[in-house]
């Protein structure tokens, strides 16, 4: 990607694959692959930024407001997850070491089998969401979604509100 290793990156249309970095933005209306890429930092996105991050470990969080797709499949963000007026999001098999904040999306929500030391927070999203084998530490709390959640297989402390049977 022309970017040194352990330095921070703005990942504009661009693949990175095992090296460590830093600190990874994508820029708003940009597209950014992650194949099994470090980072000692976090993995930020821009409004309309999409991501797929597939085997990424990531010292720090995944945050993005407005973000436009996001996929990201095994590995681990030892932060959290917070994903706020975007579009769809899958998440699928990851480690989280933080809580994981769903706000305000407007596309489909796929969680399934992700390990949390935290929250599972999902709230005001428009576009549905799924949640399958999921174990969380804290609590999954799910407030003013519609459609309310769907699922099954989820452990947590409590499950509260929407997502009291899942």
């Given amino acids: 990607a022309g970017a040194a290793a352990g330095s ?3 990942c504009n249309n661009q693949s990175l694959g095992t090296l460590t970095y830093a600190n990874v933005s994508v820029p708003s209306g940009a597209r950014c692959e992650l194949f099994g890429t470090q980072l000692t930092g976090n993995l ?3 409004p309309g930024a999409s991501v797929v991050a597939r085997d990424v470990t990531a010292a720090g969080s995944l945050q993005g407001d407005g973000p436009g797709t996001v996929t990201v499949s095994g590995g681990r963000f030892d932060g959290s997850v917070q994903l706020e007026r975007g579009q769809a999001a899958t998440l699928s098999g990851t480690r989280i070491g933080g809580s994981v904040q769903l706000k305000v999306n407007a596309g489909l929500l796929w969680l399934q089998n992700l390990l949390v030391t935290g929250d599972l ?6 576009g549905g969401a799924v949640l399958n084998g999921n174990a969380l530490n804290g609590n999954l709390q799910c407030k003013g979604n519609q459609p309310a959640p769907t699922g099954s297989g989820n452990t947590a402390a409590s ?3 929407q997502c009291r049977g899942l």
Avoid at 121 to 126: A, H, I, P
């Fill in 121 to 126: 927070q999902l709230f005001d999203n428009r």
């Fill in 159 to 161: 499950s509260e509100d």
């Fill in 44 to 46: 930020a996105l821009a």
């Fill in 8 to 10: 921070n990156v703005v």
